[in-house]
């Protein structure tokens, strides 16, 4: 699956593995805060997801 994020550098496509558990994270390499000694250096943007089940499922 993938969704829109919202970075420190704009919106990018975040891939989000199937099966993946709620509390665990998604990382986006290098497009994070910039190292304050080397700003060429970024750091990585992380994602925690949340996973939300329905309390009623209904069969269509």
């Known amino acids: ?9 704009g919106f990018r496509d975040l891939k989000i593995p199937s099966g993946i558990q709620h509390g665990h994270s998604v990382k986006l390499s290098r497009l994070g805060v910039p190292d304050m000694n080397k700003p060429s250096i970024r750091g ?3 994602f925690v997801v949340n996973v939300l ?7 269509k």
Do not use: A, W
């Open 1 to 9: 699956m993938e969704t829109l994020v919202e970075t420190i550098e």
């Open 44 to 46: 990585d943007h992380y």
């Open 53 to 59: 089940i329905p309390k009623d499922i209904s069969c």
